[in-house]
């Protein structure tokens, strides 16, 4: 699977903006699907994720209320809708899918197999 993350860039503080990771090569259906970040001088983290029968959405206590994680198998493309947007939101978003992970286990980054190349959200005024 390959995986293209698109959709980050500037916004101000309260903004929102919409990150769209479109896959090729093999169906998203099936898979858990999931989005990571990487502030500087960080590690990266759990933003939110979708299970393998999209029965279920997980969502970091961080950003809980705020963003809102997606997937549309027709378009083989998962969003993340980010709003009320704050600085410590600045990071690298990471797209990933994996069709092997469990619930339990959705929010281990290295659970999954296939990563996007990040794309840069920056929140600043």
């Known amino acids: 699977v390959q995986l293209q993350a698109s959709g980050g860039g500037l916004v101000q503080p309260g903004g929102s903006l919409r990150l769209s990771c479109a896959a090729s090569?093999?169906?998203?259906?099936?898979?858990?699907t999931g989005w990571f970040r990487q502030a500087p001088g960080k590690e990266r983290e759990f933003v939110a994720a979708i299970s393998r029968t999209s029965s279920g959405t997980y969502v970091a206590d961080s950003v809980k209320g705020r963003f809102t994680i997606s997937r549309d198998n027709a378009k083989n493309t998962m969003y993340l809708q980010m709003n009320s947007l704050k600085p410590e939101d600045t990071a690298v978003y990471y797209c990933a899918s994996g069709s092997r992970i469990i619930n339990s286990a959705i929010r281990d980054d290295k659970m999954y197999d296939f990563w996007g190349q990040g794309t840069l959200v920056t929140v600043s005024s």
């Open positions: 090569g093999r169906t998203l259906r099936g898979a858990a």
